[in-house]
């Protein structure tokens, strides 16, 4: 094993239920970690796999239940993963995110700031979720999708996402959010489909403005749909 609990730091989280802190044994170069460094808290040696990768939690993160970190993945900040989730591949969550449940967060995706993932949700890829965005039930969020602000995605239909769109080859995510509105991600931008529609009818020409209208369509369509 490359860490070790660190004696008397730990906390009480729940009765019956204690965190440890850890401590880094070896150096963990991809992470800036140190040997000797302190690293977050885990309830136990489950929560933590090195076998095949440099898995680390660190900060004040809390790992714990079932859950488990593997692979390369990192968990940092104040974000805590527990119940059955996992974090594996290159992926991080960070922040003061909570990842509960059964939910998967894998190959380089990120879940950060105050963003929640429960269920059987499943954030993979490049996709990054962010801001108070919540995403659960049997939602995946994949590719290059974002997914921010104010998100309330339950189901895959709850979120669209088009890749290899616009003058820059770039992907546009329309997404569920709060009070049923809809919000539309794309590079930079983020907004109501109207705030994005009057944006990308000012800064394209025609023909790209008309792609950005019919993938708003569909993905309006579709997200309505899926809401009933």
């Given amino acids: 094993m490359t860490y070790e609990f660190v004696p008397g730091d730990e906390k009480v989280i729940a009765p019956g239920r204690t965190i440890k802190r850890i401590r880094a044994l070896v150096a963990i170069a991809a992470f800036g970690v140190s040997a000797g460094d302190l690293g977050g808290y885990i309830e136990s040696e489950r929560n933590l796999s090195q076998v095949s990768g440099d898995a680390w939690v660190s900060g004040e993160a809390r790992v714990y239940g079932n859950a488990q970190v593997s692979g390369d ?13 996992q974090v594996y591949g290159n992926a991080w969550v960070s922040g003061n995110a909570q ?9 380089n995706a990120r879940v950060s700031g105050n963003a929640q993932v429960s269920g059987d949700a ?8 962010s801001g108070d965005a919540w995403v659960s039930g049997d939602a995946q969020v994949s590719g290059d999708a974002r997914v921010s602000g104010n998100a309330r995605v339950s189901g895959d239909g709850l979120i669209v996402w088009f890749s290899n769109v616009g003058s820059e080859n770039g992907t ?9 509105e809809i ?15 009057a944006a990308s009818e000012k800064k394209h020409d025609d023909q790209t403005h008309l792609e950005y209208r019919l993938l708003i369509e569909v993905a309006h369509s579709r997200i309505t749909r899926a809401r009933k």
């Fill in 99 to 107: 990842l509960s449940g059964d939910a998967r967060v894998s190959g």
């Fill in 172 to 180: 546009l995510t329309a997404y569920n959010a709060k009070d049923n």
């Fill in 122 to 129: 499943w954030v993979s890829g490049n996709a990054q979720v």
């Fill in 183 to 197: 919000e539309v991600t794309r590079g930079c931008f983020k907004g109501s489909i109207d705030e994005f529609l």
């Fill in 73 to 85: 993945a990192q968990v940092y900040g104040n974000a805590q993963v527990y119940g059955n989730a």
